[in-house]
């Protein structure tokens, strides 16, 4: 049949077509072929070294040559053939089908037979590949797809001896059909899969038979079913029954995936018991048995199907021998134990070269790169098909995309559909290259090792999973449904692009990483934590400046284990909340890790928090538990008031237990629970005032925090080991986000500062890689470096200095402008460069490569000094219903004034007040116990209305322009209700109308107040002061005096950080329906901002002098 679809050239938009070169026509190669004609792909070449197609089907034409995954399942779910001779088809039958697939879908016509491809080239200049045949023909293509697999090479083993035999060798991937085994000695090397099916196929034929193999297999029962005549003829009348048919067996075979995983396994130990007994029965001689036994767990190589293995091996004509071949005499072989066996033929069992992938053939990628250079260690590629640096590059069957629990050909047909949109894209999208990221492809890596590990593939078994270092390049570690949902869409984000009308050098391609939060990320919080565990053991997770205190990941998990398990004994369940107040050390993120590894809910408190609110939450979320350091018992126990126990992490105090001196139950069992936590289950609540000045609770899961973590980390890059400073409040969504759930994801190095006010002198010490803060701190950073340069005695230094700074805003805005530099610009830079560098490691910042800043506005001159220095600015935009960051400005791609681009897969958009509308993965699951304001929050059609006031450029970037809600936002990234603020000190005073709170994006809350006119003019009378004089009353020190007492006693009611420091009373009237005020009362805060512009402004004079 004749693959319909519509031609891409009458498809196609963009004018660009796509040559395509396929290299092999077995599985992977057809596969590939299909997909693309299916699409409307017309220029299509496949190249063949053989006359005919069938790849290792084709090749391997040894007696008892078969299949062990059912026909039925090891074939195209789009051309099911309905009369296999049995359930697992023999060679010739699947050479067979592989020929009429070709036929059927009009696929022959495009293979080139008995052209063997040597080498693929990539050219720069042109972006196109230059394929090499055997013959030195070249042919020149867009888009090169290997598919040669990983069984195409025979693999003999260097023997010493080989050339002097007399008799006949051949490996069984070579079968010498004119070699008659009649009556001869036949010695077969290995017991891998072609053995197994070899030996009892030859053994009736031979005259004496010796098995000599290194190490067993594991050999299970094989079924031979055969169907009956009536179910063929009920699968050649019915398609939809062969789809059944194929759709049961492949789900039947998925359930074997948890065979290969380390976790204990019943069904894999009582496998192993009875084929040990299966053993034993069948040889009697013990040496032979005992060979016969595999030293490793099953699953661990790939388990073969025969029935006829363990009862041939225990005839008295066949032989087993347990021992490596040393050495060929012109006799036969010679084994480590000393033995000489004699042989007229030798048959090599040896297996394939499946970790030498693409060779011996040449591939040269980008700037002269070789592949096989980069795969120096071991052969990587992203889903196993890219590899970055080799653009409109693919393979089918590449690294790690092997199986063992089920069939292949369903793998093929996954990477053949994402190929074919890969293409799509490049076409539709006006691009002409395409190439994996590194730092997707890096992502990727760090999430199949850690997956690796849980799978008993790296056990350390002999065979054909791993390369000569050890590293296990083969197999895949997660199930074939894993598989699809990973490669079930082309990500354009995840690969550098090169559009079609401009070129760029590799390394001026920007890199974006990216992860399928659904498939390659981890699904909870505590199976990233395990996963960083495995991949990192004994790497630095937490610290303390001064290194006083000190975890690797390993210990950072024992602790965590200790922890819960004493947590559960003090009666914490999953979905309990369980309070917290500390600050922050290495100890609140083992307490927050463990109560996350219970299912329960962490609810941290802000410790300079009023009583008033911590009260309020308790009776909130009603925890079932309180921790905190030995500081803050006073002021917990008195918030809890009884409501709850309380533990501290220091000595036992009468109303607080000692965590150490907590029982650990020795039922608990915390792989059970562990395992138990499930996406949904909410992860952290994080209490946030509204605009009520009523703290909210919002509750955040799971599967929303790591969406939030993967998706930012496409734009972040965050390494393991990587420095990061944190140092900010835990009851802070950004910070949590930041240092303690980024860091368990991604192994980072989290050194952990308890003053706040300490952390920029610490930045020496720390010299972090990664830092994220607010814009107050760099405010500080950047008037303690003016001072100091301003007041430098050394004239020459001082002017040195200045011309510096000043040739590098110069060079940050012409790049701001995508100008490029001048001549006389690079030099005077290049000059300057030394004097930047010191101030950037005078800072302790000499490794970063990025600085995340958000929360609130950066000044505008803040970031230009910050970015002159050299360092890397990211501003990003989020709030805590969001999980932290909702955009991000990309690193080399940042546009100043703005915060960024949304991360993928979250949507914005903007309503028609211009109100910023958030939808996606990242949002909470609501406000806890608050039906109603969730409702008002998150609408019908799941957008979150932020309150914030924006705007959108073409590409994407969002302004904030305001803030529809009446949150504070201060320089230090505390969200502060106004109306509370506002209240507290109204209430202290009649004589107090209105009150302004100040201080979004400012380091300190300050205050306008207003006099409220009748009481004010009562007070003037009372004092003797001219009438409707309000400059005379609010100055007089009577009033002075009690406006200054009611200010202090409000403070007293708030937080630290809601507390104002500087206040002026204003003498004007404020009406309704006037310029400050509305006809209901209600402030106009921009009118008023305005209009007393010049008095806010001498409220933040001299700024430094407020602590």
Not at 56 to 68: H, K, Q, S
């Amino acid at each position: 049949m004749a693959v319909k679809g519509k031609s891409r050239s009458a498809m196609r938009r963009s004018g660009i077509a796509t040559s395509v070169a396929i290299v092999g026509t077995g599985f992977g190669g057809l596969a590939a072929a299909i997909e693309l004609k299916r699409a409307g792909f017309d220029d299509i070449t496949l190249f063949e070294r053989a006359s005919t197609v069938g790849g290792v089907w084709r090749d391997n034409t040894y007696p008892g040559a078969a299949c062990d995954v059912p026909s039925a399942i090891y074939s195209f779910s789009y051309a099911l053939k309905p009369d296999w001779s049995a359930l697992f088809g023999t060679q010739a039958e699947i050479r067979d089908y592989l020929q009429w697939v070709s036929d059927e879908f009009d696929i022959t016509r495009h293979i080139r037979f008995d052209a063997e491809v040597t080498a693929a080239e990539y050219d720069d200049a042109t972006r196109t590949w230059t394929v090499t045949s055997q013959s030195g023909a070249t042919e020149t293509f867009d888009v090169v797809i290997m598919a040669t697999g990983q069984l195409s090479r025979p693999k003999m083993p260097s023997v010493e001896g080989l050339e002097t035999f007399l008799g006949d060798s051949f490996h069984s991937a070579q079968w010498r059909s004119d070699v008659d085994l009649r009556d001869k000695k036949v010695a077969v090397v290995g017991s891998g899969a072609s053995a197994v099916q070899l030996v009892p196929a030859i053994a009736d034929v031979v005259g004496d038979l010796t098995v000599v193999q290194r190490s067993p297999n594991w050999v299970m029962w094989k079924s031979r079913r055969v169907p009956s005549k009536v179910q063929t003829a009920m699968m050649r009348r019915s398609a939809s029954l062969r789809k059944l048919h194929h759709n049961i067996l492949f789900l039947a075979y998925e359930t074997r995936y948890p065979l290969v995983l380390r976790l204990a396994n019943p069904v894999r130990a009582l496998s192993s018991w009875w084929l040990i007994r299966t053993i034993r029965k069948n040889l009697s001689d013990p040496v032979e048995a005992k060979a016969a036994v595999p030293d490793y767990k099953l699953m661990c190589n790939r388990l073969l199907l025969s029935n006829e293995w363990y009862p041939t091996l225990g005839r008295d004509d066949v032989h087993l021998v347990g021992s490596a071949v040393t050495r060929v005499d012109p006799t036969g072989l010679l084994t480590a134990d000393g033995r000489h066996i004699d042989a007229d033929v030798i048959v090599w069992c040896t297996g394939f070269k499946a970790s030498e992938f693409l060779a011996p053939m040449t591939v040269i990628g980008e700037g002269g790169v070789d592949l096989h250079d980069e795969w120096t260690e071991a052969a990587t590629a992203y889903l196993g098909m890219s590899v970055p640096k080799f653009p409109n590059f693919f393979m089918l069957f590449g690294p790690n995309t092997n199986s063992i629990t089920n069939t292949i050909v369903f793998l093929l047909e996954r990477q053949a559909a994402y190929i074919r949109q890969a293409l799509e894209y490049r076409e539709d999208a006006n691009v002409q290259t395409i190439a994996v990221s590194a730092k997707t492809n890096a992502t990727f890596q760090l999430w199949l090792e850690g997956k690796m590990a849980q799978t008993v593939f790296t056990d350390g078994c002999p065979g054909w999973y791993t390369n000569a270092s050890g590293k296990v390049t083969a197999m895949w570690p997660a199930s074939h449904l894993a598989y699809a949902r990973a490669t079930a869409r082309f990500i354009p984000d995840e690969y550098d692009r090169t559009p079609a009308a401009e070129h760029t050098t590799p390394s001026e391609r920007p890199e974006t990483m990216s992860v399928d939060t659904h498939v390659l990320s981890p699904a909870t919080l505590c199976s990233a934590f395990e996963r960083t565990v495995q991949a990192h053991p004994h790497q630095r997770a937490l610290s303390t400046p001064d290194g006083s205190e000190s975890y690797t990941y390993q210990q950072y998990l024992e602790a965590v284990r200790d922890t819960a398990a004493a947590l559960s004994g003090s009666g914490v369940r999953r979905g309990d909340v369980v309070l917290l107040m500390f600050e922050n050390r290495p100890v609140f993120h083992i307490v927050d890790l463990a109560v996350a590894h219970l299912g329960a809910i962490t609810c941290s408190v802000y410790n300079t928090a009023p009583a008033r609110d911590i009260e309020h939450i308790v009776a909130d979320c009603r925890p079932v538990l309180a921790i905190c350091e030995p500081k803050f018992v006073a002021t917990l126990r008195s918030a809890v008031n009884g409501r709850a126990p309380l533990i501290t992490t220091g000595e036992a105090e009468p109303s607080a237990s000692a965590l150490a001196e907590v029982d650990r139950p020795t039922s608990f069992d915390f792989d059970t629970c562990r395992r138990a936590v499930e996406p949904d289950d909410v992860l952290t609540l994080i209490y946030t005032s509204g605009t009520t000045g009523t703290p909210k609770g919002v509750e955040l899961t799971h599967r929303s925090m790591m969406a939030e973590i993967m998706l930012a980390g496409e734009r972040l890059e965050m390494r393991p080991g990587d420095r990061v400073p944190s140092a900010m409040p835990m009851a802070h969504a950004a910070q949590r986000w930041g240092t303690h759930y980024n860091g368990v994801t991604f192994g980072l190095d989290v050194v952990c500062i308890a003053d706040v006010q300490q952390m920029v002198a610490g930045l020496q010490t720390i010299a972090p890689h990664i830092w994220g803060t607010v814009p107050r701190v760099l405010e500080k950073i950047v008037a303690a470096l003016s001072a100091k340069f301003a007041s430098e005695p050394d004239e020459a230094k001082r002017n040195a200095v200045a011309s510096a700074l000043r040739v590098g805003e110069q060079v940050v805005l012409a790049r701001r402008e995508n100008d490029s530099l001048s001549a006389d610009l690079a030099a005077q830079h290049a000059k300057a460069l030394p004097v930047l560098n010191a101030i950037v490691a005078s800072l302790g910042l000499a490794n970063l490569r990025w600085l995340m800043v958000g929360a609130a506005p950066t000044p505008p001159h803040v970031l230009l000094f910050m970015e002159a220095l050299g360092i890397e600015i990211v501003e990003v935009w989020g709030m805590t219903e969001l999980g932290a960051v909702a955009t991000i400005n990309p690193v080399g791609e940042q546009r100043t004034g703005t915060v960024g681009r949304a991360l993928r897969g979250v949507e914005l958009r903007l309503a028609d007040d211009g109100e910023i509308l958030v939808r996606g993965p990242i949002l909470m699951r609501g406000y806890h116990n608050d039906a109603e304001r969730t409702a008002e929050a998150i609408d019908t059609n799941g957008w979150l209305h932020t309150g914030d006031i924006g705007s959108l450029d073409d590409a994407g970037y969002l302004s904030i322009v305001d803030r529809k809600k009446e949150l504070i936002v201060t320089a230090s990234g505390k969200n502060i209700s106004p109306q509370r603020v506002e209240a507290a000190v109204k209430a202290e005073s009649p004589i107090i109308g209105s009150t302004v709170a100040i201080g979004d994006g400012k380091p300190f809350i300050s205050a306008l107040i207003v006099l409220d006119p009748e009481v004010a003019h009562a007070r003037g009378a009372a004092l003797g002061l001219p009438p409707l004089d309000l400059q005379s009353v609010a100055s007089h020190p009577d009033v002075v005096a009690e406006i200054e007492a009611a200010v202090e006693r409000a403070n007293t009611q708030l937080a630290r950080i809601e507390q104002i420091k500087r206040y002026t009373v204003v003498s004007d009237v404020w009406v309704p329906g006037g310029t400050e005020l509305t006809p209901t009362m209600k402030l106009r805060r921009r009118p008023i901002a305005e209009k007393y512009g010049d008095v806010i402004d001498e409220l933040y004079a001299s700024v430094e002098a407020v602590r």
